[in-house]
C-alpha cells in the first residue's frame, strides 16, 4: 500500500483496555460502548479490498464514506433483548456505535469503490486507476 500510518500509543493502550470501564449504560440494563470493528486490507494489482468484520450489525444501520482520500466506517450495533437465565450476569459482547477511519492510497478510484456486506464481513472493494504519466519533454538550456 502507497501509505503510511502514524503510531498511537493510545490507541493501543485503548485497545487492551477493559472496555466495560469506558461503557455508559444501556436503557435495558446493559452496557454500551463504543468499538472499533477489525479490519484487515490486502492489496492485488487491480484492487485494494478492505474486509471489516461486523457481527450482527444490519447493512441499515452501517454507511461507509470517502472524504479527503480517507475511507468512513460508520454505524451502530443494537443489542438484543437480554435474558436472564440460570443466575448468567457476565456478556463479552458489544453493542454501540462504531467509527473506523482508514486512509487509501491515491491511486485508487473514487468513484468506482463498491462495498457488499456478506456474512458479518463487510467487503470494500477500492479498485486502483492506471496512471497517466505526461508526455516527455525537453528543457531548454539557457546560458547565463
Known sequence: MAGLTRWSPLDDMLAIWPRELLARP????????EWT?????????????IQAELPGVEQKDMEVN?????????????TAKKEQDK????????FGSFERALAIPA???ETKIEA?????VLEIHLPKTTPVLPAAKKVEIKSA
Open 26 to 33: 444501556w436503557p435495558d440494563g446493559g452496557l454500551m460502548t
Open 107 to 109: 491511486n485508487v478510484d
Open 37 to 49: 470493528p477489525r479490519c484487515d486490507v490486502s492489496e492485488t494489482d487491480a484492487e485494494v479490498l
Open 87 to 94: 443466575g448468567r450476569t457476565h456478556s463479552e459482547r458489544f
Open 66 to 78: 470517502i472524504r479527503a482520500g480517507v475511507l468512513y466506517l460508520k454505524g451502530q450495533k443494537h
Open 116 to 120: 457488499r456486506l456478506r456474512d458479518g
